[in-house]
Nanobody
């Protein structure tokens, strides 16, 4: 049974930093493209970042480009999202997800969320001004 678990969320002041982590029992992460998504109250879920299996390709939403960094340690079977210069608009539930498809190397499409088969329960990030 696959279990994806996010950790590292919490509260931060604007301008602060948080690092999210994601592990997946039952999955060998180096066989999966990984992504971070977020959903704020009243808004649709959006893709924040993704990283290819070997880490050679990454994607960042324009809203986080230059502030967030996605990385993976396949030896530790762990995915990370380093979030710096946090803004109140970063407040959301953050989700980690995995897909066996190489979606991160191609052009972005909001519909590619449908290819992510395994999702965690999310970790809340709250940024105050």
């Amino acid at each position: 049974q696959v279990q994806v678990v996010e950790s590292g969320g919490g509260s931060a002041q604007a301008g602060g930093s948080l690092r999210l982590s994601c592990t997946a029992a039952g999955l060998t992460l180096d066989a999966y493209t990984m992504g971070w998504f977020r959903q704020a109250p009243g808004k649709e879920r959006e893709e924040v970042s993704c990283i290819s299996r070997a880490g050679s390709s990454t994607y960042y939403a324009d809203s986080v480009k230059g502030r967030f960094t996605i990385s993976r340690d396949n030896a530790k079977n762990t995915l990370y999202l380093q979030m710096n210069s946090l803004k109140p608009e970063d407040t959301a539930m953050y989700y980690c997800a995995a897909t066996p498809y190489d979606v991160c190397s191609g052009s972005f499409s909001p519909r590619r969320q449908i290819y992510f088969a395994y999702w965690g329960q999310g970790t809340q990030v709250t940024v105050s001004s």
